[in-house]
């Protein structure tokens, strides 16, 4: 039993995958064979856009300093700020996940609470290519009342997030004050 306790679940849930993919492979399953193809095209995505990302994020790193990010959307910016990361939120393309990195970045170089959750809220849904992508299909009056209405939603779930977050007792400490860059509970 201590056996299986020291066993790493997400490499075993990983080879569960495929093993089961390699069988049904090997059955001459449809849904394999289509379930092959996706995470091939997945595999594919993820090796050429990851390594893409690091890179930008590291210039984004080493290009902007860190007093920059803390005058103009740290605590304290305000409407500027939130200005600033729904601006860099609709310059940036790619996936969900690729912004979170550019989320830990700015949050290391001393962004607020509030910019980083409006600027999560922001790159779901108001990047340019996703917009123009909207306006083709859709319409620019229907994209444009998804934006207007969106962006209020993001800035008041940014702030009921923030208000939760310090009632429940959890201080993003900043990386001047704490090498660790970890979020501490208090």
């Not at 790159?123 to 009342?145: A, C, D, N, R, Y």
Request: positive net charge; charged residues 15%; proline residues 4%.
């Amino acid at each position: 039993m201590k056996r299986f306790r020291n066993l790493s679940w997400p490499y075993v849930a990983a080879g569960l995958y495929v093993v089961l993919l390699l069988v049904m492979l090997l059955l001459g399953i449809d849904f394999g064979q289509r379930l092959a193809r996706e995470t091939g095209s997945f595999a594919v995505n993820m090796i050429v856009f990851v390594p893409c990302m690091f890179i930008l994020i590291g210039l984004l790193d080493a290009w902007v300093p860190k007093e920059w990010i803390q005058k103009h959307i740290g605590d304290g910016s305000g409407f500027r700020g939130g200005f600033y990361v729904v601006l860099l939120a609709m310059l940036q393309g790619g996936p969900l996940y690729g912004a979170f990195p550019t989320a830990y970045l700015l949050w290391t170089k001393g962004c607020s609470m509030r910019n980083i959750f409006l600027f999560l809220g922001a790159f779901s849904s108001l990047k340019i290519p996703m917009i123009m992508f909207e306006v083709k299909f859709l319409g620019w009056q229907f994209t444009l009342v998804r934006a207007l209405v969106s962006l209020p939603v993001f800035v008041v779930i940014a702030e009921i997030m923030v208000a939760c977050a310090r009632r429940g007792g959890l201080q993003m400490s900043g990386p001047e004050r704490d090498q660790n860059t970890s979020c501490s509970i208090t």
